[in-house]
């Protein structure tokens, strides 16, 4: 079970976004992809059959997973995120400091 996943609200706590949050939107091998952060400038080459036009776009590059922490909304701060089971065998995830599930 993976501690971070698709739509969870995260906080950056390293790089050029640092103390910004956001929502996962791609989860890679072990890279994030926050949603309107870590933008960079990408040039573009034109391709009239795709109907792609050129120039210089800016895209939400991918973070290192290592530099989001998960957020927990009732102390609105980083958290870190262990695994249970509860009594049927279900595995569930939960924030370390105060032990709230997270849904």
Do not use: C, Y
């Not at 279900?90 to 400091?97: I, L, P, T, V």
Request: a positive charge.
């Amino acid at each position: 079970m993976q501690k971070i996943k698709l739509n969870d609200e995260v906080i950056i706590i390293a790089g050029k976004d640092k103390g910004s949050t956001g929502t996962i939107t791609k989860v890679l091998d072990n890279k994030v992809i926050v949603e309107g952060k870590n933008i960079a400038k990408k040039h573009v080459k034109a391709n009239p059959n795709a109907g792609v036009t050129g120039g210089i776009v800016d895209t939400e590059m991918p973070l290192a997973i290592s530099n989001v922490a998960i957020l927990n909304t009732k102390t609105n701060k980083a958290d870190k995120v262990g695994i249970r089971t509860d009594k049927e065998g279900n595995k569930e995830r939960f924030f370390k400091s105060n032990g709230d599930s997270i849904v």
